[in-house]
């Protein structure tokens, strides 16, 4: 079979045939559904990539992968796999880190044809769910808008983030991007089109922006705008440990100095850690802002990083992405672990998961992100996060240096040891991880917000065939 024949699949049988009329035979016996105006691929090129993902940890191999160009097309294939008991999950970038994207013999729905930018307002974008960030931004820029909040690395899919969150260096000014959301074109586990929004299926609106797709599929969001600025100064502080970086991260944040805060500890290349506050400043005039205002009071070991075009600044990341393909470190595996801490005990908790790490644990280009994001404008409700008016982002972003998989299961281990530390004091897990959790491990994350989302799936997925790579129920 050539790696690009598409064939109509039933039941683990491969056919090749007209969408007039087939009758397709297999597992189902008696029942001979007339097949989705769709058409799957099982060649084994298009099967095997779909088994992999950024994490590169998890393979779960699907029967077949779909890649719809419609919202009628995903309510089709949603329709016939729930008739054939077939379990889907929906894959955007394919930058999940523990197989969250996979379906295991199952159909994965790859909307990568759905990445369309239907419509630019001035105070808001329509775009489908297959789009990235990167062209999000581009377009919007063109008309002098953003998005309130962007991901660090702009590969990432709409859908994709809005299925868990989205967070960023403006985060403690706007929330999260599932905060920045308008209204939702959905299609659910019974392959119903829907769409909604605070006012329109309410109940449903809430249950998928940060729900990890297992109610209904993200097929197309319109989300809010703001007038883009033109530059972007930054900033990066140096501090001699922990407690200082802390201190001036709380300091710069309660006087919202900076339209972005974060920070990071970083290995320092001596078996130690180099302590890092970044932040960025928006400005319009042909006048940068005043470095010595902005400054007064904080670490004086500092310097100006860089002063950027804001879709240049925005894009940072991808230089990082060019050198980590080029070494081929962007294809080992990437044991992530990303979790919130109580801005009350943050520093007791950082300092002592950081006293337990070295080097090795991160790779040469890895990084422990922890900042702090005011909660009031994250309003998301399936989003968790610890409930104090302060909480830290503080995330193991783990690049090794090597495909070495004894190590990577080692990290594992140790992710799971890491978030019952934090659990227990309180923190809270950013669904992302590369972290095994069981259906009751998902209930105690979700807590009070628990019937919400259980809810919601008995409803729009009483067959339970979405997204079956996070093991919720």
Request: with cysteine; charged share 20%.
């Amino acid at each position: 079979m050539t790696p690009n024949r598409r064939t109509l699949l039933h039941a683990g049988v491969s056919v090749t045939a007209t969408l007039a009329s087939a009758t397709l035979a297999g597992q189902c016996g008696a029942r001979d559904p007339r097949p989705p105006k769709i058409l799957l691929s099982d060649d084994p090129e298009s099967c095997a990539a779909a088994a992999q993902d950024f994490g590169h940890i998890v393979q779960k191999r699907p029967r077949a992968v779909c890649k719809p160009a419609t919202h009628g097309e995903v309510a089709d294939i949603l329709r016939w796999t729930r008739e054939q008991g077939l379990k889907v999950a929906a894959r955007g970038q394919g930058h999940a880190t523990y197989g969250r994207a996979m379906a295991e013999d199952g159909i994965v729905m790859d909307l990568g044809a759905l990445a369309a930018i239907h419509r630019i307002e001035s105070d808001r974008v329509v775009v489908d769910a297959g789009a990235s960030w990167h062209s999000v931004l581009e377009a919007t820029l063109a008309k002098g808008l953003a998005p309130p909040v962007l991901t660090n690395y702009l590969g990432l899919s709409v859908g994709g983030t809005l299925a868990v969150g989205g967070i960023g260096g403006s985060s403690s000014r706007h929330g999260l991007q599932t905060d920045q959301v308008l209204e939702l074109d959905v299609v659910t586990g019974e392959g119903v089109e829907l769409t909604c929004s605070p006012t329109a299926h309410a109940e449903l609106f809430d249950a998928v922006r940060a729900g990890l797709a297992q109610c209904a599929i993200i097929t197309r969001a319109t989300l809010a705008l703001m007038r883009a600025p033109k530059r972007v100064r930054r900033y990066l502080l140096s501090y001699p440990d922990l407690a200082s970086l802390t201190a001036d991260q709380r300091r710069a944040l309660d006087a919202a100095r900076f339209d972005q805060l974060q920070g990071a500890v970083v290995p320092d290349g001596a078996g130690g850690w180099r302590y890092q506050l970044e932040a960025g400043v928006f400005y319009d005039s042909s006048t940068p802002p005043d470095d010595k205002a902005l400054l007064v009071g904080l670490s004086n070991k500092h310097e100006t990083v860089s002063d950027l075009a804001f879709g240049d600044d925005a894009n940072a990341f991808a230089k990082l992405e060019k050198l980590l393909r080029s070494n081929g470190q962007w294809f080992n595996p990437h044991p992530w672990l990303l979790t919130y801490l109580r801005g009350s005990n943050a520093l007791e908790v950082a300092s002592e998961v950081i006293a337990g790490l070295n080097a090795d644990d991160l790779g040469p280009f890895g990084r422990i992100t922890y900042y702090p994001i005011f909660t009031n404008e994250c309003r998301t409700p399936l989003l968790r996060l610890p409930d104090e008016r302060v909480v830290f982002p503080f995330n193991l972003i783990r690049i090794p240096a090597s495909a070495d998989k004894a190590h990577a299961d080692q990290q594992l281990t140790r992710n799971r040891m890491l978030y019952d530390r934090i659990r227990a004091a309180g923190g809270m897990l950013y669904p992302v991880s590369a972290l095994a959790m069981s259906s009751q491990d998902w209930a105690d994350h979700f807590g009070p917000r628990w019937p919400l989302l259980r809810e919601a799936r008995r409803r729009h997925d009483p067959g339970g065939i979405l997204t079956p790579g996070y093991d919720l129920f």
